[in-house]
């Protein structure tokens, strides 16, 4: 049966134009409003003062971020298709200015494996640097620039013995390459440990909320007086990227280790003279302690008469048993290692020994280790 409304006479083009129409007087009203030929710029509110935390913030930034360089590790390669070798952008990471002879900190995890290295500077200056000296335990190295001393900014040194969880914390450095970035947040730890690139640990490490992410390595933290506290060195992320806790080699052991590099090339650490045994095989006889294998001869260990472990008619006479540093109880290596890093090359300490079930005292005096 065929539709006789009226409805189904009226063609699809009259529908559409109708709905066209009733669109456009519905709309037609507020066109008015959406254009305006004399429309100006809004009048501005006025902010007032920066709050003291905010100009505190931009103070340390505009301070200290002269100080604090872009440093690029690049390797060479050779070319997939010829035996030419290329040079490879390897890494990426923060420094920061040490002195005013163009000496630069960094980590040494991000130098670790360049053939070559530059630095850019604050000013966007790009400067060859040549490694003056590395500590891989303690993640740190020092780079030389030849940047003239006008363009150098040395950073401020701070101490971090002092230092309170809690306590505001600001990170300048080159996160994914971004330039000149600062980040702040707080002390949420002290004293942590963490292992270095040797597999080594480090003692007294800052623990930060201040967001740390890959580039920022080897860059300052500062306290809220612009001053050096720690040098930004890892995070602990299962993505790799900030993730709320960073970590910072406190600035008293910086202070310590650089002038070493600086002088010597290498971080000279006070030792004993004697070889030490597995702590898993001392646990195997059953040793509660550190077992002396062998001393040096001449070297301090032997000075002292402390006994290595030495073979007699086919039976093995074990030596001295390492107990304490200096009254500090030691159970390993690492623990030894911390302890002694104490004191420097030349000065005497009391080594606690077990010799034969009897407790006894040795003063010795420390040694470089070879």
Same mark, same amino acid.
């Given at each position: 049966?065929?539709?006789?409304?009226?409805?189904?006479?009226?063609?699809?083009?009259?529908?559409?134009?109708?709905?066209?129409?009733?669109?456009? =007087?519905?709309?037609?009203?507020?066109?008015?409003?959406?254009?305006?030929?004399?429309?100006?710029?809004?009048?501005?509110?006025?902010?007032?003062?920066?709050?003291?935390?905010?100009?505190?913030?931009?103070? *340390?930034?505009?301070?200290?971020?002269?100080?604090?360089?872009?440093?690029? $590790? *690049?390797?060479?390669?050779?070319?997939?298709?010829? =035996?030419?070798?290329?040079?490879?952008?390897?890494?990426?990471?923060?420094?920061?200015?040490?002195?005013?002879?163009?000496?630069?900190?960094?980590?040494?995890?991000?130098?670790?494996?360049?053939?070559?290295?530059?630095?850019?500077? &604050?000013?966007? !200056?790009?400067? /060859?640097?040549?490694?003056?000296?590395?500590?891989?335990?303690?993640?740190?190295?020092?780079?030389?620039?030849?940047?003239?001393?006008?363009?150098?900014?040395?950073?401020?040194?701070?101490?971090?013995? #002092?230092?309170?969880?809690?306590?505001?914390?600001?990170?300048?450095?080159?996160?994914?390459?971004?330039?000149?970035?600062?980040?702040?947040?707080?002390? $949420?730890?002290?004293?942590?440990?963490? @292992?270095?690139?040797?597999?080594?640990?480090?003692?007294?490490?800052?623990?930060?909320?201040?967001?740390?992410?890959?580039?920022?390595?080897?860059?300052?933290?500062?306290? $809220?007086?612009?001053?050096?506290?720690?040098?930004?060195?890892?995070?602990? !992320?299962? !993505?790799?990227?900030?993730?709320?806790?960073?970590?910072?080699?406190?600035?008293?052991?910086?202070?310590?280790?650089?002038?070493?590099?600086?002088?010597?090339?290498?971080?000279? /650490?006070?030792?004993?003279?004697?070889?030490?045994? #597995?702590?898993?095989?001392?646990?195997?006889?059953?040793?509660?302690? *550190?077992?002396?294998? @062998?001393?040096?001869?001449?070297?301090?260990?032997?000075? &002292?008469?402390?006994?290595?472990?030495?073979?007699?008619?086919?039976?093995?006479?074990?030596?001295?048993?390492?107990?304490?540093?200096?009254?500090?109880?030691?159970? $390993?290596? #690492?623990?030894?290692?911390?302890?002694?890093?104490?004191?420097?090359?030349?000065?005497?300490?009391?080594?606690?020994?077990?010799?034969?079930?009897?407790? =006894?005292?040795?003063?010795?005096? =420390?040694?470089?280790?070879?």
């Amino acid at each position: 049966m065929r539709d006789k409304s009226p409805i189904g006479k009226i063609s699809p083009f009259v529908i559409f134009l109708l709905v066209v129409i009733g669109l456009w =007087l519905t709309f037609k009203p507020y066109s008015r409003f959406t254009r305006n030929p004399d429309a100006t710029p809004r009048a501005i509110t006025a902010r007032g003062e920066l709050a003291a935390d905010e100009q505190n913030t931009i103070e *340390i930034f505009r301070e200290n971020s002269p100080a604090v360089v872009y440093v690029t $590790s *690049i390797a060479l390669r050779r070319g997939m298709f010829s =035996l030419n070798a290329v040079e490879i952008p390897q890494g990426t990471g923060s420094g920061f200015v040490w002195d005013n002879e163009g000496r630069i900190v960094t980590n040494y995890h991000v130098i670790s494996d360049a053939n070559r290295v530059q630095v850019t500077m &604050a000013d966007q !200056s790009t400067w /060859k640097a040549v490694l003056v000296g590395a500590a891989p335990d303690k993640d740190l190295a020092v780079l030389q620039i030849s940047a003239p001393e006008q363009r150098l900014k040395p950073i401020t040194i701070g101490s971090s013995s #002092d230092l309170l969880v809690g306590q505001k914390v600001f990170a300048i450095g080159n996160p994914f390459g971004l330039d000149q970035t600062i980040t702040t947040g707080i002390i $949420s730890a002290l004293n942590r440990e963490i @292992n270095s690139i040797t597999g080594r640990t480090i003692r007294g490490v800052i623990q930060t909320d201040a967001a740390i992410n890959p580039g920022n390595s080897g860059g300052p933290l500062l306290d $809220s007086a612009g001053r050096l506290i720690g040098v930004n060195t890892a995070i602990y !992320s299962p !993505s790799g990227a900030y993730a709320g806790i960073g970590f910072a080699v406190p600035v008293d052991e910086v202070n310590r280790v650089i002038p070493q590099l600086i002088r010597h090339g290498k971080l000279i /650490k006070p030792g004993i003279g004697a070889s030490l045994a #597995d702590e898993r095989v001392a646990s195997r006889l059953g040793i509660d302690g *550190i077992l002396i294998l @062998n001393v040096e001869t001449g070297g301090p260990a032997q000075s &002292a008469g402390l006994r290595p472990t030495t073979q007699y008619r086919g039976d093995i006479v074990l030596g001295d048993v390492i107990l304490a540093i200096a009254g500090k109880k030691v159970r $390993s290596f #690492d623990e030894l290692r911390y302890e002694l890093e104490k004191f420097k090359v030349g000065d005497e300490v009391i080594v606690s020994i077990n010799r034969d079930g009897q407790v =006894l005292d040795v003063t010795v005096e =420390l040694g470089p280790i070879n």
